[in-house]
C-alpha cells in the first residue's frame, strides 16, 4: 500500500508541474509587446482584460503632426478605445499613432509657427500649427 501512496504523490506532482508549464507558455504568448510609449490606461485595461488588441486604425494616417487626428479600435473584438491628439501645453503636443496594430503616443514638441510674432501658439486643438 505505501507503494501505491508514493506512486500517487508523484503522479500529482508530474501532473501540477505539467500544469504549471502551460500556464506559464500560455501567458507568455498571449502577452502583447506594448511599446513604451503605449498609453497608460491602454496598458491597464489590456492586462485586466488579458486580451491582444485586434484592431488598430490612425485617421491622419500616422505620426501627423500638423493634423489634429484619432486612433480607435478594439481589444478582443469587443472593448473598444478611441483617443485623439492633444496639446498638453502652447508647445507640447501628444501624438497618438498605430504602432504594429497596437495603440501607442508619443510627446513631440511643435515647431515656432511661421510668422509668429509673439505669444503664439505653437499648438492648437490637437495639432501644431503652421
Not at 22 to 42: G, Q, R, Y
Not at 47 to 61: F, M, P, T, W
Not at 93 to 112: G, H, W
Amino acid at each position: 500500500m505505501a507503494k501505491q501512496e508514493k506512486y500517487y504523490s508523484y503522479a500529482l506532482i508530474a501532473i501540477v508541474a505539467i500544469v504549471a508549464i502551460i500556464a506559464i507558455t500560455v501567458m507568455f504568448k498571449t502577452s502583447p509587446n506594448w511599446v513604451s510609449t503605449t498609453d497608460e490606461k491602454l496598458v491597464a485595461q489590456e492586462n485586466l482584460a488579458g486580451a491582444a488588441v485586434l484592431k488598430c486604425s490612425d485617421s491622419d494616417g500616422g505620426k501627423n503632426y500638423y493634423v489634429k487626428g484619432r486612433i480607435y479600435g478594439y481589444l478582443n473584438g469587443t472593448v473598444s478605445y478611441n483617443y485623439n491628439d492633444a496639446c498638453v501645453n502652447m508647445r507640447l503636443l501628444k501624438e497618438r499613432y498605430c504602432n504594429l496594430n497596437k495603440p501607442a503616443s508619443l510627446y513631440y514638441t511643435c515647431s515656432r509657427p511661421m510668422n509668429c510674432t509673439a505669444n503664439c501658439s505653437y499648438c492648437k486643438d490637437g495639432a501644431c500649427t503652421k
